[in-house]
């Protein structure tokens, strides 16, 4: 059964970086989100989650809605001494449903054909895969082939996953500097794909606040969604036309 929300039930909302002030009508349906997240409301929370992605996207759902409930939540637990954490577990299984279940809600556009996918993986030992999953909404709804293989990917998985499909980028999810490897990253960068004489080498994305201020020669570093997914768009989108 849900709880009733109490004073001490609340969470504080911030902005997204950068972004203008969010409209009423999104500020509201961050608050009715958190609330029914504190109340543990599956329900609720589902809902609220389903209808933003159905009237506003992916993109927008994740960067207005999700991540500032994320953070949050995140900000609620870091502050009341490890309670909560149900809150953080139930609220993260709804994005990550609502997130799996975009495709379902909105149009898709016609697949890209003939061009090789982005490669989505968690650094080893990392657990936080949601930035991940809405990337892999955002690339399915716009056609794109991309693999998701998820948290705490194994270096030796990952290198043989880009032998084996190819991709024109991998993305790096760390949420910790704990997790960022700066060697896996250039290793990866190094790892061709492709016959012999037409040896092809993926671009790196490092994504998440893990990797800090690290740069590699040849790798990207986008700043949130709606760079990431401009980055891939100009990486494989031309071949869009050609279909
Ligand atoms: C949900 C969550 C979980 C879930 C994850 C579920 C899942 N499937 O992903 C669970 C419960 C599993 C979990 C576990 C843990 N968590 Co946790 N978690 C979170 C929470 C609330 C959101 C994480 C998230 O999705 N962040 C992504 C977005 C929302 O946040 P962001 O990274 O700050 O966003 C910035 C950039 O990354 C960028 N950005 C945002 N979106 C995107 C998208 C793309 C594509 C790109 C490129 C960039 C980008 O823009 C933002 C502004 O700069 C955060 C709070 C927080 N502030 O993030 C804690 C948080 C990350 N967790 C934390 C901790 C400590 C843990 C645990 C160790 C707790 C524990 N004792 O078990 C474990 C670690 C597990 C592991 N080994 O990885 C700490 C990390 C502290 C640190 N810096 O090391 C945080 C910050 C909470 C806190 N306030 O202390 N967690």
New binding site residues.
Partial sequence: MSQPASADDTLQLDAP?GAAPRAGAVRSECRGLARAAMRLDSESVQEHLNAFVREHGVVAA??EV??PT??A???K??TAGDRF?EV??L??WHV?TALRNAPLLLDRRPPVRGVPPVLLACVP???????????YAALTLAGLPVRMLG??VPAEALTESVRRTGPAAV?LWS?????ASTPLAAHLARTAWGLKGARQYPRV?L???GWGPTSIEGTKR????R??MAGFNELLSPARDTN
């Fill in positions: 970086d994740w960067e999700m991540m994320l953070h939540v995140g900000r637990w870091e954490v953080e577990h609220l993260s990550s030992g990392e657990q936080h895969t949601l930035p991940l999953e809405a990337v948290a705490a993305m949420q910790s500097r704990s997790s994305h994504a998440g606040p986008p700043g949130g969604l760079e990431a």
